[in-house]
């Protein structure tokens, strides 16, 4: 028998995902996060953006050593008053200008690009159309992403770029002191020119340059010039090239790149997960993800991954169907023979964006590492080359990918949210998921409207962002990578994507399952007791007949979840009569025949105990009695996510309102089904469930 033996687990595509999560909490557990222009990292890169984390620059004699190197290949160039590139010449298409005067054209050059937009505070006449600063300026993660990237890219020593520049940009992310940074204005085509221009201005105390300073919760905006008075960090007086070394690169793309593929990997092993939980929900058959399909018919690096950890999450499920053997004709009658396409090809739809996330991590951490401003230094052999560093198309391409793959996942999680809501397909599921009658409860009918509008946004937003480049800059700037825009419409995906799935698993609707699970159970113990008791037979033929009546109400049960209970039951125990009449009248050789009186006296006490029964288990589920996670008794590997969603987060099973009909005051303690939605929202947003995801993979590598 096949097997996934053949699958690294150690180098695979999921186990480098599971790194990027762990040193992330390495570094936020204090890992020396180190700038010395090779090892900074993705996950380095959200510590430090995000988690408020100090990098440790590499001060040895070494690194100063090459950054001196390199500054003395300048200067001795401008000291024999050599024509360089952005130094002693104009820029762009005015480079056939040439001065002397290295500073003033420094100063220019920052001048001409600091013209990005920013809020200005202030009433106006009318509210505004949107909210202001998010309107314009970039968050802070994103710049303190962007000061480390440029820090890491001028260690390097290919700048020209003097150790106190250095030394002042970490004062300043140390001290927490963030320029106000326009959002729109790059084009990543001369590196992202006028965002970093912003950053330089801070440095140098511009009283125009506006800086968010102080302690997380009493940040306030202030001018640059004051921030650093206030921190005692002296301005900086930049010196010949500085200028143009700082404000020429990818460093702002590459940050938010960073940022944004991170959780973007995150988001892909969570829609794994879904996958997973989606099975189990609609008792799923774990044979699509068999090794055989994968591992030796098409075994692309993706989809194998992708099967084997998904069949991994499902072992020891009670709801997904283990069985691989074929079943007779007769056995199967009007039962799918093989689950919908959300579900049996979900490795096949999943691998290949796995390995289009993998790829554009690899990319974007080497961006991370890259230096890419114009022109660059060769100390060792005292050559300045004029190249294009700053062409940003490597990220483009990166988030182009990226965001593709998030559309294909969104679209994959709304297949398989829409199969779960439907109650035609989904294995006798109630409509909108009404854990009690569906006639007073519309649970999750709003969410399935959202949730339409989200995978519907994603679609717009996946389309490329490179392709609508424009020749800018006296069309010396011909063609434009568009990467740090690129990059922002991948941020607006992963949002729009995390509400997606944060809904997902709202409405995986697993302690139906289980409740269904006890009922049916029960009911079995109930047709028994009252066919034993009705009718004078044998304890084989009450087997026998129990058998039969069992199945029926089974069937009858999950196509008829539309109705409300008493009706419900009514229905099904209706159903239960020709099984019964036919019983007695195929085997004429019994002993006791009954009445048409006895039998429907005997499917009436079915009804009469069904409706108790259920009513019983809806009270003990929907009121905690049995439990914050009740389902978890029947879950695979998936019940780690199940419980931290009922458990941690506190995200109830829904429908006690609707049970107790809301009661005299509907809206006193009843939350949204929004606020619920808004908890798991978070839960990824913020990382919490990166914990999660990290145990559940942790478990699979060994």
């Excluded at 186990?15 to 222009?37: C, H, M, W």
């Excluded at 990098?55 to 004699?61: F, G, H, I």
């Excluded at 239960?576 to 009449?581: A, E, G, L, N, Q």
């Amino acid at each position: 028998m096949s097997t996934f033996s053949t699958v690294d687990k150690d180098t695979g595509i999921i186990s480098s995902f599971l790194t990027l999560l762990t040193q992330t909490k390495a570094y936020r557990n204090e890992k020396p996060v180190r700038i010395d222009g090779r090892s900074v990292s993705i996950p380095a890169t959200v510590a430090v953006a995000r988690y408020g984390v100090n990098p440790e620059v590499d001060n040895s004699a070494e690194a100063k050593e090459r950054m001196y190197r390199s500054r003395q290949v300048l200067d001795d160039a401008v000291s024999g008053k050599k024509s360089i590139y952005g130094v002693t010449t104009g820029v762009g298409g005015s480079a056939d200008t040439r001065s002397e005067d290295v500073i003033a054209l420094g100063v220019s050059i920052l001048q001409q690009i600091q013209c990005g937009i920013l809020s200005i505070d202030g009433e106006g006449d009318s509210l505004p159309i949107s909210h202001n600063s998010a309107a314009t300026q970039m968050p802070e993660s994103w710049v303190r992403g962007a000061l480390m990237i440029r820090m890491n890219s001028t260690i390097r020593g290919h700048s020209g770029v003097r150790w106190d520049v250095l030394e002042k940009f970490s004062l300043m992310l140390n001290a927490n002191i963030l320029p106000l940074v326009p959002l729109r204005g790059s084009i990543s085509a001369s590196g992202d020119l006028t965002p970093l221009s912003y950053l330089a201005g801070a440095a140098a105390g511009n009283p125009y340059i506006r800086v968010n300073y102080g302690p997380p919760g009493t940040r306030c905006i202030m001018t640059s010039k004051d921030a650093l008075a206030m921190a005692g960090i002296e301005p900086l007086v930049f010196q010949a090239k500085e200028p143009i070394s700082v404000v020429n690169g990818t460093s702002f793309s590459a940050a938010v790149a960073a940022l944004a593929v991170y959780e973007a990997a995150h988001l892909s092993l969570l829609a794994l997960t879904c996958t997973a939980l989606t099975v189990e929900a609609l008792h799923g058959a774990r044979g699509s993800f068999a090794p055989f399909i994968h591992a030796i018919a098409r075994p692309h690096p993706g989809q194998v991954e992708a099967a084997h950890f998904i069949s991994s999450l499902l072992e020891g499920s009670k709801f997904a169907k283990n069985e691989d053997s074929e079943v007779r004709l007769n056995e199967d009658p009007g039962i799918l023979r093989q689950d919908r396409y959300a579900m049996r090809t979900s490795p096949q739809y999943l691998g290949p964006q796995l390995e289009d996330i993998h790829a554009a991590v690899k990319a974007i951490d080497l961006e991370c590492n890259a230096s890419s401003d114009n022109p660059l230094i060769e100390a060792e052999t005292q050559t300045i080359h004029l190249g294009g560093n700053f062409q940003a198309m490597a990220v483009t391409n990166a988030m182009e990918k990226t965001r593709l793959a998030l559309d294909h996942i969104g679209k994959l999680a709304f297949a398989q949210s829409s199969e779960i809501l439907n109650p035609h397909i989904n294995k006798g599921l109630p409509p909108s998921l009404a854990a009690t009658d569906p006639s007073l409860n519309y649970h999750a009918k709003g969410l399935d409207v959202v949730m339409a509008a989200y995978v519907t946004e994603l679609g717009y937003l996946a389309n490329p962002a490179g392709t609508h480049s424009q020749a800018a800059e006296m069309h010396n700037e011909s063609v434009n990578s568009m990467a740090l825009l690129s990059a922002r419409a991948t941020v607006s995906s992963l949002e729009v994507l995390a509400m997606l799935i944060s809904s997902h698993l709202y409405i995986l609707s697993l302690d139906l399952r289980a409740m269904q699970h006890d009922f049916l159970t029960g009911i079995n113990d109930v047709v028994d007791s009252e066919l034993t008791g009705a009718f004078k037979l044998k304890t084989s033929d009450v087997l026998d007949l129990s058998s039969l009546v069992n199945r029926v109400f089974r069937d009858s049960y999950h196509s008829t979840v539309t109705m409300d209970l008493k009706e419900q039951m009514q229905a099904v125990t209706s159903s239960c009569i020709p099984v019964i009449v036919k019983f007695f009248a195929t085997n004429p050789s019994l002993h006791y025949q009954p009445t048409l009186s006895d039998i429907m006296a005997v499917t009436n006490a079915f009804a009469t105990r069904g409706i108790d029964l259920m009513s019983q288990l809806r009270d003990q589920y929907l009121t905690g009695l049995k439990g914050r996670a009740p389902a978890s008794l029947y879950l695979g590997r998936t019940c780690r996510i199940y419980q931290f969603i009922r458990v941690e987060l506190g995200v109830p099973m829904h429908g006690e309102e609707n049970l107790k009909r809301f009661g005299n005051a509907p809206y006193a303690n009843t939350k949204t089904i929004g606020h619920h939605v808004s908890v798991i929202y978070k839960a990824i947003m913020d990382g919490k469930m990166h914990e999660v995801i990290t145990s559940m993979i942790g478990e699979w590598v060994p």
